[in-house]
């Protein structure tokens, strides 16, 4: 048995390391690490808080939304189950507040109508040239994937223990850190002009300037309206936007475990049973090759 | 392999389908009489889960392609669809990609299962060189399928990887060009990749029915090493090994469905959700985990062509361990030494996978030029040393000797359990 010991340490480190590969491998630069925050979506059993997720789409709206776009949003998923829970009027009130531009018509002609439901999400800027003509340079990012684009390095140990912890929302964490992360920069930092010192982005010298702060957007449900709970409540939509499916996967997910472990444990027991004779030879004389 | 029972057909109908295709005697001769060793331990489930795997990436993988545009255009948002928009397409995409890492784990335990208990010896050889062919085939099989969401880490694996070919000399560059089908990778490389990857996956099944037919012929190895001899050292296919696969597959999917549920993207790369983007390259690239120790074999060498030769040979030495390793015992559990060289290896792999995934600088450069170095010496001068000065433990009788007397140490023997008459 020491044998098969060994055997599953190599593999276990083995595991261990090859994977710890993938993640320590990035964000090198030396760029502060996001604290994890508290989500509603982290865990087997967490979903979305569509109260949240209400209060990130109108950060969205008011503020990200004047240069980010969310090309891969349809105002139809504001009113997805697992989503932010607007009623499908909702939905297309929003839709109407946009302009979206449609066409050709019967002239031959590009129009612009107030958008339906069906519709996408608009985007601020033509192209992106046209959006890095108008911010000195900067293109700001599609938000549509953002939130599972972007991950910080937790070292090795943090590698090790996230399958455990199921930790997914490194994402969201480092979107809220980077809303909080605007500081004066240290000494000696030489900052490019029309930059902005972030300490949680790498490299540190950001072209988006801070983008909230406290009191900007009005809340009304009574959450507090600071730069950190923004910080979160958009972190969250974007994660939402980024993976609308995670609450219809979670849901799945415990079904299937359930089915799988308890298959897994008849499966034990009926190979325990059809074994028996194997282990126990009543008679050794007795050939078992007949099944 | 022979006297095992036969099919005998019952009904008029099977005895008439008998003499003209007898596909039931098959089934009944390669899966329900096929005798298996007795005293085979869980690493042997493996070959059924890879099996379960290949039929998991087909099945989600044909759906997938119902959905999925090869076009440098479309292809990034397309597999958006897939996870918006496509019922239960989340759960295709997720179960595909967590599948390919999991096709992986288990095909690394099943080679490394068959190093530790030297199932590539005589008569095994033509078994384990199909085995490294469905490796090589799976190999580039995964490149091409994680190069098709054409996000960022897509573009430049397959730019990175489709350049290694110009370290050939003279033609290298002409065979890039060949295989871009055009200056750079764009969407010719894209579509052929495209049909490439849906290519494989059949080649691959077509080489398992080789490898299977290979492993009947041959009969399969054990823990111990010894072939089987008479019936008391084995058990018939069907229920015996059935069962149990079927409960290994079991807990392999309790891990798999943990991943695909949980953490869907802990073994990915989160710049793969970037958009691909020509003229961006991302701060480091990287290959999908798996294949991270041929990285780092890769960039330990400083010249180029080395380094592929190197990366290409880490991989064929596979084929040649039949003739590499002289020692006629097959297990590692008798034989110490060798025991404790491939558990370096294994060690070595690992580490290298590490070094893979770093930015080679430093320490790491040296590190993986060691590693690199024990890799190709147990290869080349451990495996062939070994057979000449290793002494090995003595070998049990018999797979049932060596089942009877099981804890007592390797080759000891002692009296039999009570009540057991051997």
């Given at each position: 048995m020491t044998s098969h010991r060994s055997i599953v340490t190599a593999f276990v480190l083995a595991a261990a390391f090859s994977g710890a590969a993938s993640l320590s491998?990035?964000?090198?630069?030396a760029a502060a690490n996001p604290t994890p925050q508290q989500w509603?979506?982290?865990?087997?059993?967490g979903l979305y808080d569509p109260q949240q997720l209400q209060r990130g789409f109108k950060i969205y709206r008011e503020v990200c939304s004047t240069c980010h776009s969310?090309?891969?949003?349809?105002?139809?998923n504001l009113a997805?189950?697992?989503?932010?829970?607007?009623t499908e009027a909702q939905a297309a009130a929003i839709a109407a507040t946009f302009q979206v531009t449609d066409g050709p018509n019967d002239q031959g002609q590009m129009f612009q109508r107030p958008g339906k439901i069906s519709d996408y999400f608009p985007s601020p800027f033509a192209n992106d040239q046209a959006a890095r003509a108008a911010l000195g340079g900067g293109l700001p990012p599609d938000m549509s994937t953002l939130a599972k684009a972007r991950e910080y390095n937790e070292g090795f140990a943090g590698f090790l223990i996230d399958p455990f912890t199921m930790y997914q929302e490194q994402g969201p964490d480092y979107i809220h850190a980077i809303i909080n992360g605007y500081t004066n920069p240290p000494a000696g930092f030489a900052l490019p002009p029309a930059t902005y010192y972030n300490k949680y982005f790498p490299g540190g010298a950001?072209?988006?300037?801070?983008p909230l702060h406290d009191g900007q957007v009005k809340y009304t449900?009574?959450?507090?309206?600071t730069l950190d709970q923004y910080g979160r409540d958009v972190a969250a939509f974007l994660m939402w936007a980024s993976e609308p499916k995670l609450d219809e996967r979670k849901q799945l997910g415990f079904q299937v475990m359930i089915f799988l472990i308890v298959f897994t444990g008849l499966l034990y027991f009926t190979k325990k049973r059809v074994w028996h004779d194997v282990h126990h030879p009543a008679d050794p004389q007795q050939p078992r090759t007949a099944a | 392999m022979s006297g095992h029972p036969t099919y005998q057909p019952q009904s008029p109908f099977m005895k008439w389908m008998e003499r003209r295709l007898p596909i039931a005697s098959l089934v009944y001769s390669s899966f329900i009489a096929y005798p298996t060793p007795?005293?085979?331990?869980?690493?042997?489930t493996f070959g059924g889960i890879l099996t379960f795997m290949l039929a998991v990436q087909m099945v989600t993988g044909i759906v997938l392609a119902m959905h999925y545009?090869?076009?440098?255009?479309?292809a990034f948002n397309s597999v958006e669809g897939i996870m918006?928009?496509?019922?239960y397409g989340w759960l295709l995409r997720y179960v595909h990609a967590t599948g390919a890492s999991f096709f992986f784990v288990a095909v690394y335990i099943h080679i490394a299962r068959g190093m530790y208990y030297g199932s590539y010896k005589e008569p095994r050889e033509v078994l384990w060189i199909l085995g490294v062919i469905l490796f090589l085939l799976m190999v580039a099989t995964g490149f091409m399928g994680y190069v098709l969401p054409w996000g960022q880490m897509s573009f430049w694996a397959a730019t990175v990887i489709t350049n290694l070919?110009?370290?050939?000399?003279?033609?290298g560059h002409g065979i890039v060009t060949w295989l871009w089908g055009?200056?750079?990778?764009?969407n010719p490389t894209l579509n052929r990749f495209y049909s490439l990857h849906y290519l494989l996956p059949f080649v691959i099944a077509g080489v398992v029915v080789l490898h299977i037919w290979a492993l009947h012929m041959v009969g399969q190895n054990n823990p111990t090493g010894v072939e089987p001899?008479?019936?008391?050292d084995t058990v018939a296919f069907t229920p015996y090994a059935t069962v149990k696969d079927a409960f290994f597959v079991g807990v392999f999917c309790i891990v798999f469905a943990y991943f695909i549920f949980y953490?869907?993207?802990?073994?990915?790369?989160?710049?793969?959700?970037?958009p691909a983007n020509p003229s961006q390259t991302p701060t480091h690239i990287v290959p999908e985990w798996y294949y991270l120790p041929f990285y780092a074999i890769l960039r330990a060498i400083p010249s180029k062509l080395l380094g592929v030769t190197a990366l290409a040979a880490s991989i064929i030495v596979l084929a040649f361990m039949p003739w590499l390793d002289t020692s006629a015992v097959r297990s590692a559990n008798y034989r110490p030494l060798y025991r404790q060289f491939l558990l370096i290896f294994f060690a070595a792999v690992i580490g290298l996978g590490y070094l893979g995934s770093q930015e080679p600088v430093g320490g790491y450069v040296l590190a993986a030029r060691l590693l690199t170095a024990y890799y190709f010496a147990f290869f080349f001068i451990i495996l062939p040393l070994l057979g000449l000065v290793e002494r090995t433990k003595p070998l049990p009788k018999s797979i049932s000797e060596a089942v009877l007397t099981k804890?007592?140490?390797?080759g000891a023997s002692g009296p039999p359990p009570k009540g057991a008459k051997v």
């Open positions: 491998a990035y964000a090198q630069e509603s979506f982290s865990g087997p059993f969310l090309k891969l949003l349809s105002f139809r997805d189950p697992g989503g932010p829970h607007f950001i072209k988006m300037p801070p449900d009574g959450t507090p309206e | 007795r005293n085979l331990n869980y690493w042997w545009t090869p076009n440098v255009n479309l918006r928009d496509v019922n070919f110009s370290a050939i000399p003279a033609v055009g200056f750079a990778v764009g001899k008479d019936e008391k953490i869907p993207n802990y073994l990915g790369h989160s710049d793969n959700y970037i804890g007592l140490p390797a």
